[in-house]
T-cell receptor, first 111, second 116 residues
Framework: EDKVVQSPLSLVVHEGDTVTLNCSYE??????LLWYKQEKKAPTFLFML????IEKKSGRLSSILDKKELFSILNITATQTGDSAVYLC???????????FGTGTLLAVQP | DARVTQTPRHKVTEMGQEVTMRCQPI?????VFWYRQTMMQGLELLAY????????DSGMPKDRFSAEMPDATLATLKIQPSEPRDSAVYFC??????????????FGPGTRLLVL
């Protein structure tokens, strides 16, 4: 059965800290892995990763995929209170083009 | 600034009533997805369409839920009859399916449904 597992479930840090969020996946016919940020509204797209070992960066956020070990990490450096959100990862699988979501990591950044 | 629109944004109804949610995908996108999000289950895929054809609705309770795409600019999700356990936020997302890799999906703002 396809599944995506995220860890930790929740995390509390202080502004300025660096955090690493983990996502492991078992998705048949895997094509890509996506990261989303969800605050109080709809998810917003962060990254789509298709190739192993190639880091994608956007400001203080970066992410990398390991297709051999079937996991991805999302790094946030110099965290700010505005980074507080649920971070979702999703595996994109094969012919049915489904996104299988993890349960998310709740990140709280304290001032 | 293209975006997915959903109506209504909020809906409160009584058990047994019919609920219809609408979604306008981004112009030019060829895939439309319906998701449901609850605290208990997280984000679940209910159904999706490609080029207006339903491809997968295995995540949807078929006895009461139906999803249609009458034209390229409108997708609907209907619940009849509604039950309290249907209370959730329903998201529509649209995307552009490429030959090899799916582009990202763009989510609408969601319809917050409360069934009393």
């Amino acid at each position: 059965e396809d599944k995506v597992v995220q860890s930790p479930l929740s995390l509390v840090v202080h502004e300025g800290d660096t955090v690493t969020l983990n996502c492991s996946y078992e998705v048949t016919n895997f094509r890509s892995l996506l990261w989303y940020k969800q605050e109080k509204k709809a998810p917003t797209f962060l990254f789509m990763l298709t190739s192993s070992g190639i880091e994608k960066k956007s400001g203080r956020l970066s992410s990398i995929l390991d297709k051999k070990e079937l996991f991805s990490i999302l790094n946030i450096t110099a965290t700010q209170t505005g980074d507080s959100a649920v971070y979702l990862c999703a595996g994109d699988g094969g012919a049915t083009n489904k996104l299988i979501f993890g349960t998310g990591t709740l990140l709280a950044v304290q001032p | 600034d293209a975006r997915v629109t959903q109506t209504p944004r909020h809906k409160v109804t009584e058990m047994g009533q019919e609920v219809t949610m609408r979604c306008q995908p981004i112009l030019g996108h060829n895939t439309v997805f319906w998701y449901r999000q609850t605290m208990m289950q997280g984000l679940e895929l209910l159904a999706y369409f490609r080029n207006r054809a339903p491809l997968d609705d295995s995540g949807m309770p078929k006895d009461r839920f139906s999803a249609e795409m009458p034209d390229a600019t409108l997708a609907t999700l209907k619940i009849q009859p509604s039950e309290p356990r249907d209370s959730a936020v329903y998201f529509c997302a649209s995307g552009l399916r490429l030959e090899v890799y799916q582009e990202t999906q763009y989510f609408g703002p969601g319809t917050r449904l409360l069934v009393l």
